[in-house]
């Protein structure tokens, strides 16, 4: 029987839980449930399943978001998730099929970029995918670790009702300031704070919710952090694990770290998907009472729309580079000129002259928010150069002033 690939309806979405769960290789739950739980955060004409006769056997949904560029600028972006295939269909073409659907109807919908997190690294490539930002675990020795200059401010242990009111202004003053991060809607709010919890994740821990103010009483960091207890000869060796650490600038983040130093009967703090510049060793008296762990890929981009994703962000420094894309799917693809001037403004256009560098979509889309070394990338053979002072230029120009990130999981 033909495979058949189309968005569902409401009554479908049970049956598409449970085939999500099937291509996850989650065990076997309440799909109904699972569908209750996740109905109200799904957009129909963007949910998408692939169908042997009436049964789903892969899965993709997408929702719209908010990407900023550097500099601030918000590109309108398609987050894709739930690609899922079961092992009885794999390598039939349903995860091609519904991803180039998905990038098909992103462009026509106006959106400059899709945007996603990997499962494996050799997908999504295929599809003009770039991995373009990087994160890591911190875990620090709070036993030892303590800030090199204590920062100014307070901290204080609220209820969740009073984070939940807090979070989302604070969230939005981080997220425009870092590139790479997406806009988030209330779910991901209940979630962070543990107000949320699909069946299939299990119950949530119980946790603290901690904001810090600086000098002047402005909500400035927030933190949400469980408790692993645990014991070795009568001697504390508990682990703070924090699910959330959000802050609007570097003296919230510093603050935030201050309290979870200063926590007793705590010897190990793990906070996760930090940036790989975070710093923290440098605010410790000594830096080795930190360490990176895991650090890893995290948010892939697909550009949709090179003009507008290039010409909206913002430049390091003033310089003129002719790109060749390379789209084969035929989505984004062409000759473009792209010029920043002393303010860091820049534009982009199609132009009919000679490049400088040519390069395919997703090498493109990995190195559009700065944090993909251009010169790197040539070097990994990704960019073919023309002129190598071109190269310096267009890779002192894309750099970013902020290391793009993305802390929003989806």
Not at 45 to 51: L, S, W
Not at 161 to 185: F, N, Q, W
Not at 339 to 357: F, I, K, N, Q, R
Not at 367 to 395: F, I, M, N, P, Q
Request: negative net charge; charged residues 25%.
């Amino acid at each position: 029987m033909e495979l058949v690939v189309r968005t569902i309806v409401e009554s479908e979405m049970t049956e598409f839980c449970r085939a999500m769960g099937v291509g996850f290789l989650r065990p076997p739950g309440d799909d109904q449930a699972e569908a209750d739980a996740r109905r109200a955060s799904m957009y129909w004409d963007r949910t998408v399943a692939g169908f042997d006769g009436e049964t789903i056997v892969s899965t993709l949904r997408s929702f719209p978001v908010a990407m900023t560029l550097p500099g601030g600028a918000e590109l309108p972006s398609s987050a894709i998730t739930a690609v899922s295939t079961s092992a009885t269909h794999r390598r039939r073409g349903l995860a091609s099929r519904m991803v180039t659907a998905e990038l098909e109807a992103a462009k026509a919908r106006g959106e400059g970029a899709a945007v996603l997190h990997a499962s494996e690294w050799p997908i999504y490539g295929r599809y003009g995918f770039g991995s373009a930002t990087r994160a890591c675990t911190l875990l620090v020795d709070s036993s030892v670790a303590r800030l090199r200059v204590p920062v100014a401010g307070t901290a204080e242990i609220v209820d969740v009702d009073t984070a939940r009111l807090l979070l989302p202004p604070l969230y939005d003053a981080h997220r425009l300031r870092s590139p790479g991060e997406l806009s988030r809607d209330a779910r991901f709010f209940d979630i962070d704070l543990g107000l949320l919890r699909y069946p299939s994740w299990g119950p949530p821990k119980p946790g603290y919710h901690v904001v810090v103010r600086d000098p002047q009483g402005t909500v400035v960091g927030m933190t949400r952090y469980e408790l692993e207890d645990r014991w070795e000869h009568n001697r504390p060796r508990m682990t703070v694990k924090t699910s959330l650490f959000v802050a609007s600038e570097p003296r919230g983040t510093a603050l935030l770290w201050q309290y979870l130093t200063d926590i007793d009967l705590v010897t190990e703090i793990r906070v996760e998907t930090r940036p790989l510049d975070d710093g923290l060793e440098l605010l410790l008296v000594d830096g080795r009472h930190v360490r990176q762990e895991d650090a890893t890929d995290l948010l892939w981009i697909r550009l949709l729309d090179v003009p507008a994703a290039l010409g909206a962000r913002r430049y390091l420094r003033t310089g003129r580079v002719v790109l060749e894309v390379v789209d084969n799917l035929g989505l984004a693809g062409g000759r473009f000129v792209v010029e920043a001037d002393e303010h860091g403004a820049g534009s982009c256009v199609e132009t009919g002259e000679t490049p400088d560098l040519t390069l395919d979509i997703s090498t493109l889309s990995a190195s559009c928010l700065g944090g993909r070394s251009l010169v790197t990338l040539h070097g990994a053979g990704l960019v073919e150069v023309t002129d190598r002072k071109a190269l310096l230029t267009a890779d002192a120009m894309f750099r970013a002033e902020v290391t793009p990130w993305c802390t929003t999981h989806f």
